[in-house]
């Protein structure tokens, strides 16, 4: 896992930053639930669903202070976004905004993480199939 790289404070930012992800469309599924408990867990972060403020967004955000940080924390979020099935418009929003904040701005490289994160969840669908056929 890339998030591997990030420092214990940068994945308790995340971890705050996919619970108001999750929380996005006004409804946490399973799946997304089920992400935060396992990123909890790996990285023995207090297991806390009250989304943050929106206020503190780019306070925290500081804490990403590398470029490579920066593309994990994308990543993650996305991630996190497709765990329903779908990367929905409020979601996007959301992460378009972070991504804003942190000065990674460029469509493209945004599209590249996107399709890093969809690759990933094809590559363990056709895994699971093949291996349940």
Not at 49 to 72: A, G, H, N
């Amino acid at each position: 896992m890339f998030v591997e790289r990030l420092t214990p404070e940068q994945r308790q930012v995340v971890f705050d930053l996919a619970v108001m992800l999750a929380a996005a469309d006004h409804e946490v599924s399973e799946e997304e639930l089920e992400y935060l408990k396992s990123f909890s867990e790996a990285f023995n972060i207090p297991f806390n669903i009250e989304p943050i403020s929106e206020d503190q967004l780019e306070d925290l955000l500081t804490i990403f202070d590398t470029r490579t940080s920066k593309i994990i924390l994308l990543q993650e979020l996305i991630k996190l976004s497709y765990k329903d099935g779908h990367f929905g418009k409020e979601e996007q929003d959301k992460v378009f905004r972070i991504a804003q904040t942190i000065g990674l701005n460029d469509a493209d490289l945004l599209l590249r993480i996107e399709a890093w994160v969809r690759e990933g969840f094809n590559w363990l669908y056709e895994g699971e199939e093949l291996l349940n056929s």
